[in-house]
């Protein structure tokens, strides 16, 4: 298991731990409205909590299916569309440097306009290969769209 599926499994127990609060707060509040005299069979449901390994096994059936959702079509579309843009972000703000750099003293910021104009190839190399893989993606995701095929 990778670190970073043990942060995201990590965050999504936190989330189930949080609903499941809410869940207990909830039946608490539903139990508290149906105190007394009542008819019956219409108060809720007894609550019952779910464990602790139910909500780390909860967590981790909803990493696979956001990384099973990331590995096919759509999921890796959009996952390159917000790469790209990400990338262009970054790409403008490094030119916003550069521009800013050479704007205030070409020749006293040159290594800072030589440091913005290496970052903005960088990003622009990322922002290539995201768009590539968007179009990739969206050939796929074309190709599973067509019926009959």
Not at 28 to 35: I, K, L, N, S, T
Request: aromatic share 4%; charged share 25%.
């Amino acid at each position: 298991m990778h670190a970073s599926e043990v942060t995201e499994i990590a965050t999504l127990f936190a989330a189930e731990l949080q609903a499941e609060q809410r869940r207990e707060a909830w039946a608490r509040q539903a139990a508290a409205r149906h105190a007394g005299v009542c008819w019956s069979g219409l108060g809720p449901a007894p609550y019952e909590p779910r464990d602790r390994d139910a909500l780390l096994n909860e967590a981790k059936d909803k990493l696979a299916r956001r990384q099973a959702w990331l590995e096919g079509a759509a999921g890796g579309f959009l996952s390159a569309v917000v790469k790209a843009q990400l990338a262009a972000r970054m790409a403008h703000e490094a030119a916003e440097r550069a521009r800013a750099a050479c704007s205030r003293d070409a020749m006293g910021e040159a290594a800072a306009c030589a440091s913005a104009a290496e970052e903005l190839a960088a990003h622009a190399h990322t922002l290539l290969a995201s768009a590539q893989a968007a179009r990739n993606a969206a050939v796929r995701l074309a190709e599973l769209s067509r019926p009959g095929d």
